[in-house]
């Protein structure tokens, strides 16, 4: 097993007296894809935005070694790429403008401009996604799907050794959604840490590594892609479901209806 990028020691958090996360402990391997399940509500956004440092948190949350609430916000934008699920942009910026945003933890203050190394990276980001052709589309006139992999591009070019996405492919057809978990695998392989919260497991399933099972703020499982079974997801979603296997011959579950 890799050594952990994040660790979670007993990890609270919430939004003012209303607390989501109770009592969270796990490792989250470096170099792996790792899927953050559950029903609606059972705070896989809360925890993304905790680990973002996004919200205050009790008990231990470190990143590679160090408390996340120690980590400046410039050091933390050039160690971890954060892909919210919803862009909703408010101003006209192109989206070259938008992409090369990323860069800004590496620029330094005030920021320098962009040099011939950012210009390469915001092309590299921008074909890596599909997205190269739109670099000169206002980004306020992009569809939802385009203006997700954008700021997943955004998030690329800041060149992270750990990335943190929210449902990246729930504003996607099903082609492109295969595309960003396939590059997100690849992104894994390459020695990035990759954790996702996902809504449609069995989309994730092919690409993902392991696996973190929320419900009601706890975890209720955790480990491998391959322990994730039937007797698992009928523990999270309250249904049972039945195995099958793709055409490729990938192991599905299929909820079954009372």
């Known amino acids: 097993m890799s050594a952990a990028c994040f660790r979670l020691a007993d990890l609270t958090a919430g939004y003012g007296d209303r607390r989501v996360l109770r009592g969270l402990t796990a490792d989250l ?30 008990g231990g949350l470190t990143l590679l070694g160090r408390e996340v609430r ?16 919803h862009f909703r942009p408010l101003y006209p910026f192109s989206v070259w403008e938008v992409i090369g945003m990323g860069r800004l933890p590496h620029r330094g203050f005030p920021a320098r401009p962009l040099n011939a190394e950012d210009e390469a990276l915001i092309e590299a980001a921008a074909e890596r996604v599909g997205v190269r052709s739109l670099l000169s589309r206002d980004v ?14 955004c998030a690329l070019v800041q060149d992270p050794p750990v990335l943190l996405l929210d ?12 595309r960003v978990l396939g590059l997100l695998r690849e992104l894994a392989r390459e020695g990035r840490t990759v954790a996702a919260a996902v809504h449609d497991v069995n989309a994730a399933l092919p690409f993902i590594d ?11 499982s955790q480990g491998p892609v391959e322990a994730l079974d039937g007797r698992v ?8 479901f039945l195995s099958y296997r793709s055409e490729r011959g990938d192991v599905m579950w ?5």
């Open 233 to 240: 997801l009928e523990s999270l979603y309250g249904a049972p």
């Open 70 to 85: 120690g980590v400046s916000r410039r050091q933390f934008g050039r160690l971890v790429g954060v892909v919210p699920q």
């Open 210 to 220: 392991d696996y973190l099972a929320l419900k009601e703020g706890r975890f209720c």
């Open 167 to 178: 449902e990246p492919t729930s504003a996607l057809d099903p082609h492109q959604a295969a």
């Open 29 to 58: 391997p470096s170099g792996r894809f790792t899927a953050l399940i559950g029903p609606n509500g059972s705070g896989k956004s809360t925890l993304l935005r905790t680990m973002a440092g996004l919200l205050p948190y009790g």
């Open 140 to 153: 306020t006139s992009l569809s939802g799907g385009e203006a997700q992999r954008v700021v997943l591009a």
């Open 254 to 258: 299929r909820a079954l209806c009372e």
